[in-house]
C-alpha cells in the first residue's frame, strides 16, 4: 500500500495567481496522476506526471495552466495557474505503487481549492 | 475514453439493511479492471473492491460484494449489513490494463440511516 499526502489540504486565492500542490508519497511508487473533483461530482483526470519527464495530459487540460512536476519517484506537484473562479475544485493526487497485475491506486486527502 | 455510468445519484438505507449500487460502463477491450471506491465527508478516497474481467467468480471483501455480468457490461456493489460509517459517496471506476487511468462514474451518495 502507499499512504500519499498532500499540501496545501485547503487554501483560499485570488483570481489571476497561482497555486502549487505537493503530493508525498510513503514509498516509490511507478505511477502518479493529478484529478480534479468539482464539488459534489467525479472525478476528472487532469494528467499523468511522469518521473524524469514531462506530463501527459488529458484532453481539455494544458502544461500552461496546469503544470507539473515530477522529480523523483515519491514527490509531485501540480500548479494551478492564472487561476479563476472556474478553478474552484478539490485537487487529488493518485499512486500507483506496482506494474503489472496489481493495478490498485492509492489517493491523498485531497486540496480543496477556492478562488475568489 | 471509456463511459462509465451511476444511474442512481442518492440512495438511502437502514442500518442492518442490504443496498445494492449500479454500474454500467461501455468498452470494447477484452480485459480491464473494475473498482468500486468510497468517498466519506473526509473526502479521502478508499478502495472498497476490486475485479479483474478475466475472473468469472465475483469479488468479495468482508460486507461488499460485486455482481460483475461481462456481457451485459454491468458491475453493482452490495452492501450487506450496512453501518453508519457506510456513509460515503460510491464511485465505479474503470481500468485498461497497462493504462493505470481510472475513468469515474458521476458517484451515489449513499446514506445509511440509524
Known amino acids: 500500500s502507499a499512504v500519499i499526502s498532500q499540501k496545501p489540504s485547503r487554501d483560499i486565492c485570488q483570481r489571476g495567481t497561482s497555486l502549487t500542490i505537493q503530493c508525498q508519497v510513503d514509498?516509490?511508487?511507478?505511477?502518479m496522476f493529478w484529478y480534479r473533483q468539482q464539488p459534489g461530482q467525479s472525478l476528472t483526470l487532469i494528467a499523468t506526471a511522469n518521473q524524469g519527464s514531462e506530463a501527459t495530459y488529458e484532453s481539455g487540460f494544458v502544461i500552461d495552466k496546469f503544470p507539473i512536476s515530477r522529480p523523483n519517484l515519491t514527490f509531485s506537484t501540480l500548479t494551478v495557474s492564472n487561476m479563476s473562479p472556474e478553478d474552484s475544485s478539490i485537487y487529488l493526487c493518485?499512486?500507483?505503487?506496482?506494474?503489472?497485475?496489481?493495478?490498485?491506486?492509492?489517493f491523498g486527502p485531497g486540496t480543496r481549492l477556492t478562488v475568489l | 475514453a471509456q463511459t462509465v455510468t451511476q444511474s442512481q445519484p442518492e440512495m438511502s438505507v437502514q442500518e442492518a439493511e442490504t443496498v445494492t449500487l449500479s454500474c454500467t460502463y461501455d468498452t470494447s477491450e477484452n480485459n480491464y479492471y473494475l473498482f468500486w471506491y468510497k468517498q466519506p465527508p473526509s473526502r479521502q478516497m478508499i478502495l472498497v473492491i476490486r475485479?479483474?474481467?478475466?475472473?468469472?467468480q465475483n469479488a468479495t471483501e468482508n460486507r461488499f460484494s460485486v455482481n460483475f455480468q461481462k456481457a451485459a457490461k454491468s458491475f453493482s456493489l452490495k452492501i450487506s449489513d450496512s453501518q453508519l460509517g457506510d456513509t460515503a459517496m460510491y464511485f465505479c471506476a474503470f481500468m485498461k490494463p497497462n493504462d493505470y487511468k481510472l475513468s469515474f462514474g458521476a458517484g451515489t451518495t449513499v446514506t445509511v440511516r440509524a
Open positions: 514509498s516509490q511508487v511507478t505511477m
Open positions: 475485479q479483474e474481467a478475466y475472473k468469472q
Open positions: 493518485s499512486a500507483s505503487p506496482l506494474a503489472g497485475d496489481n493495478n490498485e491506486q492509492f
